[in-house]
């Protein structure tokens, strides 16, 4: 299985998100991957299925191979598509029928839990997720029904190193910053990377930042 230890910028390559800036995915895509991102997330909600295999299987074509490519949702088009796994909401399938399904397969795929508490975060473990987004950290405009993590949690999200956890929700390279003061060393980012008029200089920025 992929080794998440030294993955540190996550990228949410949100469809709508880059639609909406009236962009290009794949270009979009590609671009944040030149800048440095080391894990990119396709999320397409309210795809049908069909519409989102294709852009799954583009995507994952043209990605370079160190580059693992995560299906927001839906666990059958990750496992289908061959990407590397599935991140799942709190309103999609649990982990364990995920895990289950990729069972059938010959190789082990990632699993990521979305969470917004450290309760959370020990359930999403034990039921055998691989990673965690842990947000949102900050007011978000890219998930309009984010929920706000109290600060006290953040500290101790990111003391937690029993399983990788990435602060979610709202980071920019201004405020990505105060997260790494408390501890974050990993992070995954949608708006400040589509929405920037250089991609490729937002996430190398990031890069940059988290060392």
Not at 87 to 110: Q, T, Y
Not at 168 to 190: E, H, K, M, Q, S
């Amino acid at each position: 299985m992929l080794n998440l230890d030294d993955i540190k910028l996550y990228f949410i390559a949100d469809y709508h998100l880059v639609k909406t800036a009236g962009k290009q995915f794949l270009p979009t895509a590609m671009k944040a991957v030149e800048g440095g991102v080391q894990m990119v997330q396709l999320r397409w909600k309210n795809a049908a299925f069909q519409e989102l295999l294709n852009l799954a299987l583009h995507t994952k074509a043209i990605l370079p191979e160190d580059i693992p490519l995560i299906i927001n949702d839906d666990y059958r088009i990750a496992f289908f598509s061959d990407s590397d796994g599935v991140h799942l909401g709190k309103e999609d399938a649990s982990v364990r029928e995920a895990r289950n399904f990729f069972d059938r397969g010959s190789r082990k795929m990632l699993i990521g839990a979305s969470c917004d508490n450290i309760r959370e975060i020990e359930e999403a473990k034990r039921a055998g997720a691989d990673y965690v987004g842990f947000g949102a950290v900050f007011p978000t405009e890219t998930k309009k029904n984010a929920v706000r993590v109290r600060e006290d949690e953040i500290k101790k999200a990111a003391r937690i190193d029993s399983i990788p956890v990435f602060a979610i929700g709202g980071i920019t390279p201004d405020n990505v910053v105060d997260l790494i003061r408390a501890g974050f060393r990993r992070v995954a980012v949608a708006g400040a990377i589509i929405l920037s008029d250089r991609p490729a200089s937002a996430a190398s920025r990031f890069r940059e930042l988290l060392g």
